[in-house]
């Protein structure tokens, strides 16, 4: 059977409904990075998406274009993921979409290095005559973290997040949002086939020990 993260690694992608503290690993994924409403028809994250998909697949069906890198095995496309963030703004404000700062993003295993990248940016470019020069090899490192399952639309994530940070400050630590470390979003539904009522994301919010130092704010 093919690796599937979420259900491998159920502590980073099925948390519960109640949260909690964890240390995020570091990890590799494909990102494209941008501005804007997310929900524009045809904007700049629709079309992130689009290629995002486009390399990641392209990466997974790399054995049977002929393509080998070393240590892979079959694997499950993880999900959609995102970082949030607002400039000059230390709180998302979801009335003001338009404002947004993202970055898009698909992990991939351990086994896809730059090489592997590159060929499959190439390979993709190639094939569906499109430029896919936005999509970046990126390396995220989270660290110490709050979170927990959203379960319904995306504009009552705040009531969710009020949970974690509540949450968190009961247990001794603070919210730790700076321009490395940002809010996380891991989409788990399709919207386009869920009722937005069931629609299941998780939110991850880094947090540090209260007093403990910081890095640069947003």
């Known amino acids: 059977m093919p690796f599937d993260f979420k259900k491998e690694e159920r502590t980073l992608y099925q948390p519960p409904r109640t949260p909690g503290i964890l240390t995020v690993p570091p990890m590799n994924f494909l990102a494209v990075r941008g501005r804007g409403d997310p929900n524009q028809e045809g904007g700049a994250y629709q079309q992130a998406i689009q290629l995002l998909y486009g390399v990641a697949f392209t990466l997974k069906m790399s054995e049977k274009a002929g393509y080998h890198i070393p240590g892979a095995f079959a694997y499950v496309v993880p999900p959609l993921e995102g970082l949030w963030w607002q ?45 896919f020069s936005k999509v970046e090899f990126f390396c995220y490192e989270e660290g110490l973290c709050v979170q927990c399952m959203h379960v319904g639309p995306y504009d009552t994530e705040p009531e969710t997040i009020r949970q974690m940070e509540t949450y968190a400050a009961e247990q001794g630590y603070q919210p730790d949002l700076t321009v490395q470390r940002l809010h996380h979003e891991i989409y788990l539904s399709d919207p386009r086939r869920t009722a937005p009522e069931k629609m299941r994301t998780v939110l991850r919010h880094p947090v540090r020990k209260r007093n403990a130092r910081s890095k640069q704010m947003l």
């Not at 400039?87 to 947004?100: A, V």
């Open 87 to 131: 400039p000059g703004k230390t709180e998302l404000d979801l009335r003001h979409k338009e404002q947004l700062a993202w970055i898009s993003m698909i992990r991939v295993p351990d086994f896809v290095d730059q090489t592997a990248f590159h060929w499959a940016v190439e390979q993709a470019t190639a094939k569906k005559k499109m430029d």
